[in-house]
Structure formats: structure tokens, C-alpha cells
């Protein structure tokens, strides 16, 4: 019986590797993989998931509007396994169709993704996927102090720590860093004082 998979976790903690792995895993054994992004995610080209680490791969991108079950249904009724990445920037609604994809097509979705944005505010999509996955995993990073890292800090371009803006703001190392919370508010607190 397919299930509907969260694996989540803080900005570098592999998700994206985990991902394009795991689409490899399934190739590997001759299955049919459809991998898809939302297409807010630009950062490396609105068509491709790559990682850290140099691997990439072509997705499809879904916009905010799209149909994600009526697009499998159209193009990749075939597929063995819908891997997503980047699955917090999805809508609700467009989670509850991944869920259907499960339900009614009995084809596996492995959904990869942030938990909580650079305030600890979860995002939209990631809240449908912890109300709804049949399985939740924590995707574990650490902190420079050598804690669990479960804040993705926004560093703005002084350096300091961002604690107001847009949800969204695409990045990567030289925008976030994942931190532990004690290390998030020790330097938030340490930064307002130097002001």
C-alpha cells in the first residue's frame, strides 16, 4: 500500500541529495520516477533539482495553480514513485492532491522540504504535509556549536541576522544558515545589542 512520505529538514541538511538519490535508487531497479519542484524555485534553473553536492536532475515545475493530480494523470499516469523537492513552497491545496495521488492511484509521493522558514514559522505547505504524510522524518544538521540545527537563519547582507521580511526569499549558503535555537537567539540578542 503506497504512503505519502515528509522527510524534512533545516537548509543543508542533504534533502535535496536525499532526493535525487533516491530517484536514482528507483531507476536503478528499471521504475519510472516523476520528479517535480514548484516552480518558485528558480535558484538553479526552474526545471532541475540540484544539491550541494553536484547532483541535479530534470524535474517538472508546478506552478502555484497547477493541478498536480490532474498532471499525473495526463502526462505520468506510468510512474512508479512521485518524488518532490522543495515541497514546502507547494499549496495546501496542491498537497491534498499529492495525497490523492497516494489514495487513488496507489503510487508512492516522497515529499523533501523545509519545516519552518527563517522566523520558525511553518510554512503553508510543510503544516498540510505534517497534518497529512503517513510517515514524518527529520532530515538531521548541525549547528556550528555542534547541536541539532533546526533553525534556517536568514543572514542579510551586513552579516546579521534577518528577523522581519518575506517568507520567501530563494538562497542558499550565502543567504541561510541552519542553526541550532539557542545559537539563533543568542546572536539575534547579541546583534540588537551592538546596535
Known sequence: MAKLYFKYGA???????????????Y??????????????DTR??????????????????????????EMFCEKCRNADVVISDESQFFTEAQIDQLRRIVDECD???LCFGLRTDFLT???????RLLEIADSITEIKTICRCGRKATVNA???ENGQIVTSGSQVLLGGNDRYEAMCHRCWKERIARE???K
Open 11 to 25: 537548509m543543508g541538511s542533504s534533502k535535496s541529495a536525499q532526493a535525487l538519490m533516491t530517484k536514482f535508487n
Open 27 to 40: 531507476e536503478e531497479k528499471d521504475r519510472t520516477v516523476w520528479l517535480i519542484k514548484p516552480s518558485v
Open 44 to 69: 538553479d534553473g526552474a526545471d532541475t533539482v540540484y544539491s550541494r553536492v553536484g547532483l541535479s536532475a530534470k524535474a517538472q515545475a508546478i506552478s502555484p495553480q497547477d493541478d498536480i493530480y
Open 107 to 109: 503510487i508512492p509521493v
Open 121 to 127: 514559522h511553518v510554512f503553508p505547505g510543510s503544516r
Open 154 to 156: 536568514r543572514i542579510g
Open 192 to 194: 540588537s545589542a551592538e
